[in-house]
T-cell receptor, first 113, second 111 residues
Framework: DGGITQSPKYLFRKEGQNVTLSCEQNLNHDAMYWYRQDPGQGLRLIYYSQIVNDFQKGDIAEGYSVSREKKESFPLTVTSAQKNPTAFYLC????????????FGEGSRLTVL | AQSVTQPDIHITVSEGASLELRCNYSYGATPYLFWYVQSPGQGLQLLLKYFSGDTLVQGIKGFEAEFKRSQSSFNLRKPSVHWSDAAEYFCAVSSTDKIIFGKGTRLHILP
């Protein structure tokens, strides 16, 4: 079945550690996105990529990094520079980056201890 | 700048009652508009979308939404809610290369 797979679903991290969240899609979509979700804040865009080897900062990119070496993969690294990393992270993809419907993974919940 | 406003943070309705969730947007051109639903701890699922044409759009699970350009609104409706509709609902507007989400409305259903 086609879809988006995020892993791990739950992750615990000590302060000062970098962590990488995985996002893989087999929908053959060009565009991929990372969102952060906090209670009452909706979804805020961290990074997005419309093509392999290219990506752009979203609204809250500070403290995060991404790569897009393969069309199907868009991993997100939460660095120690991110001040409040505890959140629910959602990966999404779309056919194009312009007005396309988003398909979401089931999310990864990161907790910093 | 583009923005999406969902005025109601929480809404409670009785099972079987009708539902309307409000959404207002700010966008310079004709927008692409979406409603998504999220169950707790899950990703988002598309309910319906408006790109052009008929301003009343039908979606999955018995939902519909009406685009009103004069009011910059895209309200979501359902004639009779079911307990399984309890979830969080997000309105979204598409910009040139990204989608902007409202902060969501959490729907509670009374038995």
């Amino acid at each position: 079945d086609g879809g988006i797979t995020q892993s791990p679903k739950y992750l615990f991290r000590k302060e000062g550690q970098n962590v990488t969240l995985s996002c893989e899609q087999n929908l053959n979509h060009d565009a991929m996105y990372w969102y952060r979700q906090d209670p009452g804040q909706g979804l805020r865009l961290i990074y997005y990529s419309q093509i392999v080897n290219d990506f752009q900062k979203g609204d809250i990119a500070e403290g995060y990094s991404v790569s897009r070496e393969k069309k199907e993969s868009f991993p997100l690294t939460v660095t120690s520079a991110q001040k409040n990393p505890t959140a629910f992270y959602l990966c999404a993809s779309s056919i194009t980056g312009n007005g396309g419907e988003l398909f979401f993974g089931e999310g990864s919940r990161l907790t910093v201890l | 700048a583009q923005s999406v406003t969902q005025p109601d943070i929480h809404i409670t309705v009785s099972e079987g009652a009708s539902l309307e969730l409000r959404c207002n947007y700010s966008y310079g051109a004709t927008p692409y508009l979406f409603w998504y639903v999220q169950s707790p701890g899950q990703g988002l699922q598309l309910l319906l979308k408006y790109f052009s044409g008929d301003t009343l759009v039908q979606g999955i699970k018995g939902f519909e939404a009406e685009f009103k350009r004069s009011q910059s609104s895209f309200n979501l409706r359902k004639p009779s809610v079911h307990w399984s509709d309890a979830a969080e609902y997000f309105c979204a507007v598409s910009s040139t290369d990204k989608i902007i989400f409202g902060k969501g409305t959490r729907l509670h259903i009374l038995p």
